[in-house]
């Protein structure tokens, strides 16, 4: 496994939650990182993008000024901070490490996948 999704959860509408993305076996400091979401019965969407230092990022309206994404290149690590979560928040989230040096929000651009971790917001 070359990334590890990590930090999902059940938590109620308001709540936040960080979501963690490990890389093993290889180093992505030099690649553009992701997060895409499925939500039930939906197809796959973008979430966030950030390029490999982090000076770059992009976000889906839906999470705009709720999801922050960062990345700490001497941790192999990206994240994803959510706040102020909604019920349609609820998916599997997954990270992925673009061929590009900066993210996007083209699943096409994106070589390697995570496993995914499911986020669960209550009413």
């Known amino acids: 496994v070359q990334l590890q999704a990590s930090g999902g959860g059940l938590v109620q509408t308001g709540g936040s939650l960080r979501l963690s993305c490990a890389a093993s076996?290889?180093?992505?400091?030099?690649?553009?990182m992701g997060w895409f979401r499925r939500a039930p019965g939906k197809e796959r969407e973008f979430v966030a993008a950030?390029?490999?230092?982090?000076?770059?990022?992009s976000y889906a309206e839906s999470v705009k000024g709720r999801f922050t994404i960062s990345r700490d290149n001497a941790k192999n690590t990206t994240y994803l901070q959510m706040n102020s979560l909604k019920t349609v928040d609820t998916a599997v989230y997954y990270c992925?490490?673009?061929?590009?040096?900066?993210?996007?929000?083209?699943?096409?651009?994106?070589?390697?996948w995570g496993q995914g971790t499911l986020v669960t917001v209550s009413s």
């Open positions: 992925a490490a673009s061929r590009y040096a900066v993210g996007s929000s083209q699943p096409g651009h994106y070589t390697t």
């Open positions: 076996a290889r180093t992505f400091s030099n690649n553009g």
């Open positions: 950030i390029s490999w230092n982090g000076g770059v990022t």
